[in-house]
T-cell receptor, first 115, second 109 residues
Framework: DAGITQSPRHKVTETGTPVTLRCHQT?????MYWYRQDPGHGLRLIHY???????DKGEVSDGYSVSRSKTEDFLLTLESATSSQTSVYFC??????????????FGPGTRLTVL | KNEVEQSPQNLTAQEGEFITINCSYS?????LHWLQQHPGGGIVSLFM???GKKKHGRLIATINIQEKHSSLHITASHPRDSAVYIC???????????FGKGTKLSVKP
């Protein structure tokens, strides 16, 4: 358990509304990631952060923005939600494992439905 | 072409059977992960390996770097092993993982 929580865990919203998902960690890890998981696609990287105020885009970043004003919180915002953003969103942190390689640990996920 | 391919996509086994799930990748990697996702949705890291073999209980993971292939074995399978098993490689320049689509395992009593 790497002390990762996500909120909300479930959300239903309407097309065109803004949505913010929160990832919170308790262990001061530098690297944090947002992934989405869709049937037939596996997990795909949306955005990641390598420190406070340091973020970068991933594979599927269109329509999403992120912010990290504190080490412990990484926010994912859908400025204007669309039905194609209906998905399960996972936050992850990267923590040093054995042999010097970083291991990733995942939050419990947020199921978002955009009607 | 997907950079990480898993086979089979779906697998049904009887309790007690020996199970093998395969993962092939096409990119250079520094490490490979095996993850487990239960029906409730949570994702748990099972193994991270860069060479050779690792064992944890009834689970064994192997990797052949030259052949770009890894296998996850489950000995004496049990219904509680029913889950989706995901292979992921660390090859992205951003330190992120590149994921396979997963293998859905169902173990019948």
């Amino acid at each position: 358990d790497a002390g990762i929580t996500q909120s909300p865990r479930h959300k239903v919203t309407e097309t065109g509304t803004p949505v913010t998902l929160r990832c919170h960690q308790t262990e001061n890890h530098r690297y944090m990631y947002w992934y989405r998981q869709d049937p037939g696609h596996g997990l795909r990287l949306i955005h990641y952060s390598y420190g406070v105020k340091d973020t970068d885009k991933g594979e599927v970043s269109d329509g999403y923005s992120v912010s990290r004003s504190k080490t412990e919180d990484f926010l994912l915002t859908l400025e204007s939600a669309t039905s194609s953003q209906t998905s399960v969103y996972f936050c992850a942190i990267s923590r040093s494992g054995t042999g010097g390689f970083n291991e990733q640990f995942f939050g419990p996920g947020t199921r978002l439905t955009v009607l | 072409k997907n950079e990480v391919e898993q086979s089979p996509q779906n697998l049904t086994a009887q309790e007690g059977e020996f199970i093998t799930i395969n993962c092939s990748y096409s990119v250079g990697i520094s490490a490979l992960h095996w993850l487990q996702q239960h029906p409730g949705g949570g994702i748990v890291s099972l193994f991270m390996l860069s060479s050779g073999k690792k064992k944890h209980g009834r689970l064994i993971a192997t990797i052949n770097i030259q052949e770009k292939h890894s296998s996850l074995h489950i000995t004496a399978s049990h219904p509680r092993d029913s889950a989706v098993y995901i292979c992921a490689v660390k090859g992205g320049s951003q330190g992120n993982l590149i994921f396979g689509k997963g293998t859905k395992l169902s173990v019948k009593p």
